[in-house]
């Protein structure tokens, strides 16, 4: 057991040897020191204004105000993104881009001095590798050379060591690891700071995910758009099409109107599409169509067109309802009728829209069973239209039903409160 766990440490410690990221965290850390020596002049100057005081006390107050100067310049805004960018690609650390222009209520506490504290470790961690790896090299390098001349003596910290013989490229080759070592050592250090320094503190991970919740909000958005919009537009022409087929030769004049319905719906849905696909480039895509119970005829007008037989009931001020109900009350209706033209067995389509003072009340009507007339082949279904149809009525605070009315009908009803979306 115990040898297994000693080949296990030395497999380990080989593939941290031989991995490129511990070289490029080592870089990295070198990096941070080399760039702290512009700063050494200005942490200089009382030390040499303060000649009397002893050595050791000049050395510690170099390397306070050297500190503080590091840390200082960790407070701006850019050091903190250009350090987040270059350990995600050094260190190999998956590190979120701070949150743009985001101030946290805790920025005068803690987390505010995150950065300058790893700053001020960074280069503390660089400076005392680069010192360490160089000695250690430097004498690997060395041993083995003195000792074709004879005798070699290491000094270190007023320690003297002699070495001789063959002992001297043991020697060398301790070193040599032990420079590696420092290097893996480093690595791991930083590594393993990064996150809890460098990382999102709460109030920006607060941050994020609501930026991500806003982000899955709005492609949810457009995917029931995309669904409503292009899928009925699709499933309406692709009926159209095949009632063009069937009556071109005995009836030219129907043909060319199917023709003509399918050019006014794909204009339609390009302009969603082309909104749709603005809005996923993050691009100026215009402004978005907006189709609200004012564009009902139009669509029935299509559905008509399609060879659906279409009986609407519309009762009440449908002009007077406004903004996101009206738009909302359109979809629904619109993949209410999708769903009949794909899955329903022809005859009659009830469309019911009655516009109240308390509520808006949408019931679609069509018959069940095997489909028969032009167009009659299985429509592909994703299984996402009634579950999305829910979930925009619950948002909007209304009820939604769904199911078999009777054994040869199926009946979708939508009841919209008014004042809930006001």
């Known amino acids: 057991m115990g040898r297994a766990v000693i080949l296990a440490t030395m497999t380990r410690g080989i593939r941290l040897l031989l991995r490129g990221s511990t070289y490029s965290g080592v870089l990295f850390a070198y990096c941070g020191a080399l760039a702290s020596l512009p700063l050494l002049p200005f942490a200089l100057l009382p030390a040499l204004s ?10 510690v107050l170099v390397l306070l105000i050297w500190a503080v100067l590091v840390g200082v310049v960790g407070l701006a805004g850019p050091v903190r993104r250009a350090l987040v960018v270059s350990a995600r690609r050094l260190l190999r650390v998956p590190l979120p881009n701070p949150v743009a ?68 490229w043991v020697v060398a080759a301790v070193c040599i690891l032990l420079a590696v070592a420092v290097c893996v050592l480093v690595t791991k250090a930083l590594r393993w700071s990064a996150p809890r320094l460098l990382g999102p503190s709460a109030a920006e991970r607060l941050a994020l995910a609501a930026e991500r919740e806003l982000l899955l909000a709005e492609r949810n958005r457009i995917a029931h758009e995309l669904h409503d919009s292009i899928g009925h537009t699709l499933t309406a022409a692709t009926i159209q099409a095949a009632v063009a087929g069937e009556v071109l030769s005995a009836d030219p004049a129907a043909a060319r109107a199917a023709m003509r319905s399918i050019e006014e719906s794909t204009r339609a849905a390009l302009e969603d599409l082309d909104y749709v696909l603005g809005v996923l480039r993050e691009e100026q895509s215009g402004t978005a169509p907006t189709r609200t119970l004012a564009d009902l005829p139009e669509l029935l007008d299509r559905l008509r067109h399609a060879g659906a037989m279409v009986e609407p009931e519309l009762s009440g001020e449908l002009a007077q309802v406004q903004g996101t109900l009206s738009r909302a009350a359109y979809r629904i209706l619109q993949e209410g009728l999708t769903n009949a033209l794909r899955h329903g067995a022809g005859g009659p389509i009830e469309v019911r829209v009655a516009a109240g003072p308390n509520g808006l009340d949408l019931t679609v009507v069509n018959r069940t069973g095997a489909r028969t007339g032009p167009g009659t082949g299985a429509f592909p279904t994703s299984g996402h239209g009634l579950p999305g149809l829910a979930e925009r009525v619950r948002l909007l605070h209304g009820d939604f039903r769904s199911g078999p009315d009777g054994t040869q009908h199926w009946r979708l009803a939508v009841r919209l409160p008014v004042r809930a979306s006001a």
Not at 50 to 59: D, F, G, K, L, N
Request: glycine share 16%.
């Open 101 to 168: 222009g985001h101030r946290t209520s805790g920025s005068l506490g803690l987390d505010r001095w995150r950065t300058p504290f790893w700053l001020v470790l960074h280069v503390a961690v660089g400076w005392t590798g680069a010192l360490a790896s160089g000695v250690l090299f430097i004498m690997g390098l060395s041993l083995p050379a003195n000792w074709l001349g004879g005798e070699v003596r290491a000094s270190l910290f007023g320690t003297s060591v002699r070495v001789s013989g063959g002992w001297s």
């Open 50 to 59: 303060w000649r009397s005081a002893p050595e050791s006390v000049q050395i």
